[in-house]
């Protein structure tokens, strides 16, 4: 079975500073994805940014970016420039060919003014 | 463009009581279609997910149960609820299995 490890229940940052949120897992299929959510207050689920398992190269949504290392089986999120408004908690997820879905038990991310 | 509906937002019901929750899918057709259950400060687990009607996977052992009586629709029932059944629940769809699910508003399930 896979599992999602996020070692970091909360992390801060400075609003316009750069922050990175951990994500590891643990699988044994060649082809996955990975997402990155992003749970705001209000609870809706929100898509941050995708990657396939079978690029090497790294997925970036403007400020977004991940660190993508899949022999290390490790998915990063970088969050550039923070806003105010990325307060949030951030799950990774990963997802196999057959659609089974494991989510990370999520990081609280806090952004100071 | 596609959209999701689940409802209600909030439920109390007491212990031994049913359950029926509804999901919708506007916009497209034959979605992936999942649910989960969120406890308080956790990641999301798995509950059912439905590639087709009638087609239903269940990823937990559980006193929940699932239908997709249409293609756009999912519904989570139980027929007695317990109080370990309280949570959040969210319902999902995806177009392919390997694409990002979109996420309906969630309905905080408390059982008294």
Same mark, same amino acid.
């Given at each position: 079975?896979?599992?999602?490890?996020?070692?970091?229940?909360?992390?801060?940052?400075?609003?316009?500073?750069?922050?990175?949120?951990?994500?590891?897992?643990?699988?044994?299929?060649?082809?996955?994805?990975? !997402?990155?959510? &992003?749970?705001?207050? *209000?609870?809706?689920?929100?898509?941050?940014?995708?990657?396939? @398992? +079978?690029?090497?190269?790294?997925?970036?949504?403007?400020?977004?970016?991940?660190?993508?290392?899949?022999?290390?089986?490790? !998915?990063?999120? &970088?969050?550039?420039? *923070?806003?105010?408004?990325?307060?949030?908690?951030?799950?990774? @997820? +990963?997802?196999?060919?057959?659609?089974?879905?494991?989510?990370?038990?999520?990081?609280?991310?806090?952004?100071?003014? | 463009?596609?959209?999701?509906?689940?409802?209600?937002?909030?439920?109390?019901?007491?212990?031994?009581?049913?359950?029926?929750?509804?999901?919708?899918?506007?916009?497209?057709?034959?979605?992936?279609?999942?649910?989960?259950?969120?406890?308080?400060?956790?990641?999301?687990?798995?509950?059912?997910?439905?590639?087709?009607?009638?087609?239903?996977?269940?990823?937990?052992?559980?006193?929940?149960?699932?239908?997709?009586?249409?293609?756009?629709?999912?519904?989570?029932?139980?027929?007695?609820?317990?109080?370990?059944?309280?949570?959040?629940?969210?319902?999902?769809?995806?177009?392919?299995?390997?694409?990002?699910?979109?996420?309906?508003?969630?309905?905080?399930?408390?059982?008294?």
């Amino acid at each position: 079975a896979q599992t999602v490890t996020q070692s970091q229940p909360e992390m801060s940052v400075q609003e316009a500073e750069t922050v990175t949120l951990s994500c590891t897992y643990d699988t044994s299929e060649s082809d996955y994805y990975l !997402f990155w959510y &992003k749970q705001p207050p *209000s609870r809706q689920m929100i898509l941050v940014i995708r990657q396939e @398992a +079978y690029k090497q190269q790294n997925a970036t949504e403007n400020r977004f970016s991940v660190n993508f290392q899949k022999a290390a089986k490790s !998915f990063s999120l &970088k969050i550039s420039d *923070s806003q105010l408004g990325d307060a949030a908690m951030y799950f990774c @997820a +990963y997802r196999s060919l057959a659609g089974k879905s494991t989510f990370g038990d999520g990081t609280t991310l806090t952004v100071k003014p | 463009s596609q959209t999701i509906h689940q409802w209600p937002a909030t439920l109390v019901q007491p212990v031994g009581s049913p359950l029926s929750l509804e999901c919708t899918v506007e916009g497209t057709s034959n979605p992936n279609l999942y649910w989960y259950r969120q406890a308080a400060g956790r990641g999301l687990q798995l509950l059912f997910y439905s590639v087709g009607i009638g087609q239903i996977s269940s990823e937990v052992p559980q006193n929940l149960s699932a239908s997709r009586p249409q293609d756009r629709q999912f519904i989570l029932s139980s027929k007695k609820l317990l109080l370990s059944d309280s949570g959040f629940y969210l319902c999902a769809w995806s177009l392919k299995l390997n694409t990002e699910a979109f996420f309906g508003q969630g309905t905080r399930l408390t059982v008294v």
